[in-house]
């Protein structure tokens, strides 16, 4: 079992940067890959970026270039440097940590781009 707390969302006006985080305990870390996914309303969650154990990292077209996802396994964090942001970015940021069959869920963060 995996418990996920995300933090550092916020509001911030368009161009502006954020730093998102995730904080894991409950089992090791680094057994699992991580990932951030947003939902923004009346829309389907999506996929933004995602990292594996061996730090391996993949992003959503929309993201790259503007987004860096990375961890620490040492502080069972990964955190997720959002910068250049747009409105279209505004959503609720969720972590994720999954293997296999095993997935696991925060609550997610608020992030609202706006002027």
């Known amino acids: 079992q995996v418990q996920l707390a995300e933090s550092g969302g916020g509001l911030v006006q368009p161009g502006g940067s954020l730093t998102l985080s995730c904080a894991a305990s409950?089992?090791?870390?680094?057994?699992?890959?991580m990932g951030w996914f947003r939902q923004a309303p009346g829309k389907q969650r999506e996929l933004v970026a995602t990292i594996s154990s061996g730090g391996t990292t993949d992003y959503a077209d929309s993201v790259k270039g503007r987004f860096t996802i990375s961890r620490d396994n040492g502080k069972s964090t990964v955190y997720l440097q959002v910068n250049s942001l747009k409105t279209e970015d505004t959503a609720v940021y969720y972590c994720?940590?999954?293997?296999?069959?095993?997935?696991?869920w925060g609550q997610g963060t608020q992030v609202t781009v706006s002027s």
């Open positions: 409950g089992s090791i870390f680094t057994f699992y890959s």
């Open positions: 994720k940590a999954f293997r296999s069959r095993l997935e696991y």
